[in-house]
């Protein structure tokens, strides 16, 4: 009776194990494939956090054009209204028009512009910055997403088992060849996978809500199925990857585009102690006179900054003050910088042992134990309560195997944002779309 109990079992489970691998799961063909490039596509064309942001760079880089042009000429003009006593014709002015432009002689306009470009510089990294924090962001919660669904796949395997197991306990119990006890264990087992059921699904609509906030959709947009949830595993060299951020990590970037702003800044608080002339041309007609212009006069002038030494020379020890503050900003963001990459590395390395290791060693080792406790229960020498133990352990460790998985794709696309630079590297989908168990 036991033997043919457990015949009917097991060809169940494979019938409805090989229904599953023929549609593709319960949720791989609820709607259409979703990729990760798409996914990328969509927010760096969507996002509205990034479009701000380049927006305020655009603006940025027009201010630069207005800082290093020229001052605008001035035009004075002065005309006679009423004279209260009689002159004789062509004694007095009447008419005056003069028109001023300051030289800049000294360049400080276009100082003024480098140091608006080094200004601009720093507002464009700060839009890199958004951008990867957006992407590495889009990228962990479809990596979420996905689990969500193989999460979710596990769920369905393990409720059909322990259904099954229920319905057979509660038989083999009304025969007598089962204690009630082991009636109850399974079926609490199935509530409480019920119970869990719930929460995968609020899992995964809250991956699906932050996928389309961050794609500058609605959130009740329907959202396709991821079509891959495995990487490649980089083979990451921290001694390139220091250069890599050193170089290109935004906020080390800012800090150099401060230093340069600062030095253009103690530049121009030099260049003020020399003035810039205006030259001016002035046009004047007598009273009473044919002529359009009686006189044309020319003039220059200037301001005398050496009468106030201690106003320029504390301009100067702020712009030296400011420039040794930013390049202490350098040092502390490149120490930042070195500690992040250090920290995301051994974070990556943890995931990738993890997943390794419950690839290779716990996934196989729990499944070999199911069959072996399977198999002693068949033949008499494990318990009931066994077999259901074996079962939960496999499913536990797979759930917790996809977990860690789905921490290392976020680690490494994570890694990305610390270092400032592209690196990640999608592997292609497989047939069934994510990565199978």
Request: charged content about 25%; glycine content about 4%; overall charge neutral.
């Amino acid at each position: 009776m036991k033997t043919t109990t457990f015949l009917i079992l097991l060809t169940t489970s494979l019938s409805i194990q090989s229904q599953t691998a023929a549609d593709g799961g319960e949720y791989g063909a609820a709607s259409s494939r979703l990729s990760l490039g798409e996914v990328t596509r969509n927010v760096l064309e969507n996002n509205p956090a990034i479009k701000e942001a380049e927006n305020r760079w655009r603006a940025a880089r027009e201010r630069v054009r207005q800082t290093s042009a020229w001052d605008d000429p001035r035009v004075v003009g002065e005309s006679r209204v009423r004279r209260y006593v009689d002159v004789p014709p062509n004694a007095f002015m009447d008419q005056t028009l003069a028109i001023e432009q300051l030289i800049p002689v000294t360049g400080k306009n276009l100082v003024r512009g480098r140091a608006a470009a080094a200004e601009a510089l720093s507002i464009f990294e700060e839009v890199r910055r958004v951008q990867f924090d957006v992407v590495a962001k889009a990228r962990a919660t479809y990596f979420q997403l996905a689990n969500a669904y193989d999460q979710l796949e596990i769920n369905s395997k393990n409720l059909t088992s322990l259904k099954q197991i229920a319905d057979i306990s509660r038989s083999r119990y009304e025969t007598g060849l089962e204690s009630a006890a082991n009636v109850l264990v399974a079926e609490t087992d199935y509530s409480k996978l019920q119970e869990a059921r719930r929460d995968l699904e609020r899992n995964l609509s809250d991956a699906q809500s932050q996928l389309n906030t961050v794609m500058n959709r609605d959130a009740f947009a329907s959202v396709g199925t991821p079509a891959t949830s495995s990487i490649n595993h980089a083979h990451l060299s921290p001694t390139s990857l220091r250069t890599v951020a050193l170089a290109q990590r935004p906020e080390v970037q800012i800090a150099r585009a401060r230093i340069d702003g600062e030095k253009s800044k103690l530049q121009l608080a030099h260049r003020a102690w020399i003035p810039d002339p205006a030259v001016s041309i002035k046009g004047q007609r007598y009273n009473d006179a044919a002529e359009a212009v009686s006189e044309l006069d020319a003039g220059l002038s200037f301001t005398i900054p050496w009468v106030n030494p201690s106003k320029y020379s504390a301009a100067v020890r702020e712009s030296r003050a400011n420039l040794a503050a930013a390049e202490q900003g350098l040092e502390r963001e490149q120490k930042e910088a070195l500690r992040l990459l250090r920290d995301q590395l051994a974070k990556i390395e943890t995931f990738h042992h993890h997943v390794e290791l419950f690839d290779d060693k716990l996934v196989p080792q729990a499944q070999q134990a199911f069959e072996a406790t399977r198999l002693s229960y068949e033949s008499g020498k494990a318990t009931f309560l066994d077999w259901i133990s074996a079962q939960r352990n496999l499913r536990d460790i797979e759930a917790m195997g996809r977990d860690h998985l789905t921490h290392y794709q976020a680690a490494v696309a994570e890694l990305e944002a610390v270092i400032g630079a592209d690196i990640y590297s999608p592997a292609p989908a497989s047939s069934k779309g994510r990565k199978s168990r």
